[in-house]
């Protein structure tokens, strides 16, 4: 296998991997919101801020050029969304790099 590709699936899978945290943390979200988890949990709270802490940097400049509504929060289909078109050119490229 060539190691270029080899590079670009391991990325494929680190994407994959960040799309199921922004999942993670979004329903987690919702069930904090609903009072379903209960902060006061200081390991709830833990994973919620580290979660937090972790995907700030992605959500943030999303949130910040979106449009109010209503306290929907669509920053995260909105970086997931990007990460599935990343992750569909890169298996392209890694597709293409084994070719003969």
């Known amino acids: 296998m060539n190691t270029l590709a080899g590079l ?4 494929v899978y680190v ?9 993670i943390q ?7 919101a ?3 988890v ?6 709830v709270a833990t994973v919620v801020d580290g979660l937090d802490r972790l995907l700030a ?7 910040r050029r ?11 289909l909105v970086v997931i969304l990007a990460i599935v078109l990343v992750q569909r050119l890169l298996q392209g490229l890694a ?3 084994r070719l003969p």
């Open 95 to 97: 597709m293409d790099l």
């Open 38 to 43: 209960n902060m006061r949990n200081r390991f």
């Open 34 to 36: 609903f009072n379903v």
């Open 57 to 63: 940097p992605l959500l943030a400049p999303i949130r």
């Open 8 to 11: 670009l699936d391991f990325l």
């Open 15 to 23: 994407l994959q991997l960040l799309v199921w945290l922004i999942i």
């Open 66 to 76: 979106m449009p109010d509504l209503g306290g929907i929060d669509f920053s995260p």
């Open 26 to 32: 979004a329903v987690l979200s919702w069930l904090v």
